[in-house]
DNA sequence: TTGCATTGCTTAGGACTCCTACGTATTATT
DNA sequence: AATAATACGTAGGAGTCCTAAGCAATGCAA
């Protein structure tokens, strides 16, 4: 009698991502909703977002690869952002076939109106206990980075493929970690998940940080 | 100097809608793969999937609401797949407007090979420690909770919402929980997030149950 | 019971995503 | 120098997804 629900039951991984697929049906309803006020359609919006992080400009490809689409997909939107005026397009210097995709200054003034997440997700997230948003956190980074290393996404500029993370070295429980670049030790929550400043670690560096990390 | 990086750094709130994003992306790209090995693009493979767990048959504007999308849209879509002979329509019995979608043989056949999700987040969801696991189960939980108090998505048929569920009414703490239905205790990674059994309880029931259960 | 608002769905029209396949230019390799 | 690989673009097509408008059937109120 104990067992009867359990009997029954589907594989808490499968549940879990029952629950993730929920989340994400949300997320993209409320990417419609928000970016469609300024006239873009969750695309067009993912690939400002994009660019407001990148001061420098992005390739076609790397866009393409950052959102997971194909290239003539990403090439057909950034066409349509261009005649929007909010992106412009320019020769990459290094390689004539490159092109380096920017925000204009008007795609500069409506990013920084769009929030990267719609507000009741905001919303729903700060209402969670503290402890339990940065224990979600640190599982999401976590989650993030084996879809890295399964290829599924681009390596990030996170703070654990980072050259400069030295994860775990300090006794504070609260602020264990190290960022070698500003010389600041730090906790989960200051982790980042797209730093400017990110620069790659070699795999032998990368492979070790990530077993101190997790550990 | 210990501030350096907390100075610069962005509320956690939205740190963590950016690595859900980035999730998002990952499960949207393992959609297209999943289901074009069928032939179907992501929206038409949920359709399928969610009318595979109802046998009774399901509204065309209870499939809208399920996806967050429009009416029109699932009633395009519902067309290319009665087209393909997946599911098949037919008039409601109790109301002479509406339509009730359900599942064709083949289509039964075809979602029996369908899993929920891609196989690469399965895996890397089943790599997390197995309390990492529950604990995230049980945020996720509380974020489609919330989501459907917000009218975000359509309430679920997850335990919380429903009449049988009774939270934390056990003394042993890997099975605090309680299904009045089938009369068994059970815990937190038992929690259901789309039982066929589920009955809706009243507003009154649902939010006392919901404080027993956070807390 | 008649009238009207509401509901459930469909059609129409348009913008756009997203794909595969192929073409063109440039760069890298041999 | 010839060939392969890369970066991007175009073409063509299926299909998502929206809003707006329309048609039945239903529910409710006078």
Redesign the interface.
Known sequence: ??????KT?FP???????????????????SWEKFGESGLNPTQG?ILVLLGGRELGLRLSEVAD????SAPTVSDSVATLVEKRYVSKSKAKDDARAVSIRLTAAGKRLVGQL???GA?????????P?T??????K??????R??QV?G??PV?RMCVTCRYFRPNVHDNVC?PHH?AL?????GD??????CPEHEPADEHLAAQNWESFVS
Chains 1, 2 share one sequence.
């Not at 339990?132 to 956190?137: H, N, P, S």
């Open positions: 009698m104990a067992n009867t629900l359990e039951d808490l991984a499968q549940k879990l991502g029952h629950a993730l697929n929920r989340v994400q049906v949300a997320m993209r309803a409320e993912q950052e959102l997971a689409v929030d990267a997440v009741t997700i905001q919303t729903v997230i700060e209402s969670l503290e339990e948003q940065v224990q979600l956190y599982t999401m980074l976590r989650i993030v084996e879809l399964a599924k996404i990030a602020r960022c500003v010389d600041a030790d730090f929550q200051t982790l980042r998940s797209d």
